[in-house]
């Protein structure tokens, strides 16, 4: 039986097929089809079939990750919505937190709502913090309000109303009566989407939902129908922000819940070879077509966050959508192979516009007339024009090199190698500076780090970004350049859900605790009836945003699993005061504290399949062969070996400079640093850091 994995990128969509008997895989690429990226799902599956790769009946389950409802939401291209919120409130969408991520920035830029001022509608009713309700709903403003919804063109609607956290009644009279009247638009309620405090983040997490939702419940149906017209009638399951996999109707529903989803399948993988390889500390970068996302893992799980912002300006903390969902930590920047580099203020500038698939780099003979990073990274040297996704494309040097003269050396008087290398140059140092947030400004010493780096243009740019950090050793699994849909194969099915009930950590309150987890859990397993409707083995899992008392911000800490009690309690502030001391260096003795959001995870272990290994190619070969290629610390182009990297073996010891190829990526090995291939089929850089 097989297990097929897909994730679909802003560039290429990356296959995985697995054998559940023993592990091995079968590892594709295809460019993504533009404006509908399940056309190119749908031919590829259809291809899979009819060259014998697999039966329908041999196709056990189907995990996928999805950028469709990031993409919508960085382009501002979701479906018209309507807000209904509390009289007085209308502008709380749009005023923020009234924080400023750059104090110094006189022409500071804001982010768009998803949703227009005019498209916000106000409805009398009040609720206090702790649940009371001041003012009733008003049932006839809500009848006309209904009729205006009804007339209007949208295409969903989303509810939010002061305190409903503490008190759900008025959001669920609300939705109960737009579900009756209007059942053809999809509504998503704050108590039901994030039952959670802030009233500005409650109300971006519930309209990013509501922006989503019809366009990834189209997506998904069209998967469906398709995946059922080929006769393929196993489970289909989608990658959320936390890591976990759950099912199409729970990614209908919570489409917010999908934003980070390839990311953060990717990160899953760098956790299993961390694993395998037995490194605790671990940064992970991941670097497509597109975009490029770096994380962190410390002692093999991946960092936790139970909030995170999307489309943010220049990757500022503060600048973005914040999104109160539980995410794999992340950080992504417009970075990938298609990014565009132009002249701007005299200066070369790489990002965040992209050429995507189509019309792609210049270098793809697709019809791109602007210089990229791919473009660059072929006129250098490091790509092999025709050994691109395994010979399936051939790319056109001549082309690149021409388009990166006009639009940049000519520009900047640059010969074209100057002007290719700036590109370069430029794309690697907003690349560090985007690690040096996730690394150093988060209190992680990177010379105490391995960094693994995969996607299809990672392993090209990692050494360099590695020796510029200090980081002593990168790793590059095999299989790189699908790595986000090999760690779908890794990924758990998992739900998570969380509450806000302001409660002292002391004794007396353990009643209070115990209520709110009782909560949680029964939410849970009515979600857990879609997700594994075969009662399937759960692991709970609870966790508590906490605070000193009189404090405005938590850190969010794992609870013990334990009966909740006194020792429940003081386990629960040595938890806290761990944390806050490994933040803050110091801890506050006999302070009282509070906790603030609960939250629960409900955990379906995977079924224990053999890790995967790259099943043989037929292609290898062991002849290394040689092209030039540009290191300026050696001297400029120089005659490099070239290694097909399914063809090395695990006592091999490459020195460089070298470029090591494979299918789905290519890895340099810089002047001074050696590669090695672990046990395990890893391929292993030493950096030499006295050539920082």
């Known amino acids: 039986m097989y297990r097929i994995a897909f994730d679909i990128g802003g560039t290429f969509t990356d296959f995985v097929m697995q054998d559940t008997r ?69 502008d709380i969408v749009l005023m923020g937190r009234q924080k400023r991520p750059d104090t110094n920035d006189m022409n500071l830029e804001k982010q768009k709502p998803v949703v227009e001022r005019c498209d ?173 996302k770096l994380g962190a893992i410390d002692y093999g799980e991946p960092i936790i966050v139970p909030t995170f912002e999307v489309d943010t300006i220049r990757f500022r903390k503060g600048s973005g959508l914040p999104l109160n969902i539980t995410a794999i930590e992340l950080l992504e920047i ?48 490091y790509l092999d024009p025709d050994f691109f996704n395994g010979g399936a494309m051939r790319l056109d040097i001549e082309a690149a090199r021409a388009g990166i003269a006009e639009h940049i050396g000519r520009r900047l008087g640059l010969s074209g190698t100057e002007a290719a290398w700036g590109i370069y140059s430029v794309a690697n140092s907003n690349l560090e500076g985007a690690m040096r947030v996730v690394s150093v400004e988060r209190g992680r010493d990177p010379r105490q780090h391995v960094m693994i780096a995969f996607g299809g243009s990672g392993p090209l740019r990692a050494a360099r970004l590695a020796r510029s950090m200090g980081v002593p050793k990168v790793l590059v699994p095999h299989g790189a350049g699908v790595g986000s849909a090999i760690g779908l194969l890794a990924a758990d099915q998992k739900l998570d859900s969380s509450l806000t009930r302001l409660i002292p950590i002391e004794k007396g309150a353990e009643s209070a605790i115990q209520e709110v ?68 260096g110091y801890t506050d003795a006999g302070a009282s504290m509070d906790g603030v959001d609960w939250h629960l995870t409900a955990l379906v272990p995977r079924s224990k399949v ?28 120089l005659e490099t070996p070239v290694y097909r990297r399914n063809a090395l073996c695990s006592d091999q010891t490459i020195p460089g400079p070298a470029l090591i190829e494979d299918r789905e990526s290519t890895t340099i090995v810089l002047p001074g640093d050696v590669a090695s291939v672990s046990r395990n089929g890893h391929l292993i850089l030493t950096i030499n850091q006295k050539k920082n």
């Not at 960085?74 to 007085?88: F, K, M, Q, S, W």
């Open 22 to 90: 023993d592990g091995s895989t079968a590892y594709w690429k295809v460019p993504t089809s533009s404006g509908s990226p399940d056309r190119a799902v749908i031919a590829a599956m259809a291809e899979t079939l009819s060259n014998g790769r697999a039966s329908r009946d041999d196709i056990a389950e189907l995990l996928h990750a999805t950028t469709v409802a990031t993409n919508a939401v960085l382009e501002r291209d979701g479906a018209r919505i309507a807000l209904i919120t509390t009289r007085g409130f209308r």
């Open 120 to 292: 916000i509608f106000e409805l009398t009713e009040r609720i206090d913090a702790g649940g009371a309700i001041i003012t009733p709903l008003a049932v006839d403003e809500l009848d006309a309000l209904v009729s205006t919804i009804e007339r209007g063109d949208f295409s969903a609607v989303a509810v939010m109303f002061m305190h409903s956290y503490a008190n759900s009644a008025h959001e669920l009279e609300v939705g109960k009566r737009l579900r009756r009247d209007l059942p053809g638009i999809p509504v998503s309620l704050s108590c039901e989407v994030t039952p959670k405090y802030r009233e500005y983040e409650r109300v971006t997490t519930t309209t990013v939902n509501a922006y989503v939702q019809p366009i990834v419940d189209a997506y998904l149906g069209r998967l469906e129908s398709a995946f059922a017209s080929q006769g393929i009638g196993c489970d289909l399951k989608i990658m959320q922000s936390n890591g976990g996999l759950v099912s199409p109707a729970v990614a209908r529903a919570y489409p917010v819940r999908i934003v980070e989803s390839g990311p953060a399948a990717g990160v899953l993988m760098c956790a299993q070879v961390a694993r395998d390889e037995g490194v605790d500390h671990v940064l992970t970068f991941d670097m497509g077509g597109t975009t490029a």
């Open 334 to 381: 417009g970075s990938g192979g298609g990014s565009i580099a132009e002249v701007s203020m005299g200066l070369i500038k790489v990002g965040p516009s992209s050429a995507s698939a189509i019309p792609g780099p210049i270098c793809y003979a697709k019809g791109g007339k602007r210089p990229t990073i791919t473009d660059a990274d072929v006129a250098l040297g």
């Open 517 to 584: 987890f009782a909560g949680l859990e029964e939410r849970l397993r009515l979600e857990l009836e879609q997700v594994s409707p075969h009662g399937s083995p759960v692991v709970w899992k609870r966790s508590c945003s906490m605070r000193y008392r009189g404090q405005g911000y938590e850190i969010r800490v794992d609870l013990p699993d334990c009966v909740i009690d006194e020792g429940f309690m003081t386990a629960a502030r040595e938890a806290f005061e761990r944390a806050y001391s490994a933040q803050y």
């Open 610 to 637: 053999p890790s995967w290994r790259e099943e043989s190619r037929t292609e290898t070969d062991r002849t290394v062969r040689s092209r030039s290629a540009y290191f300026p610390e050696a001297g400029g182009f």
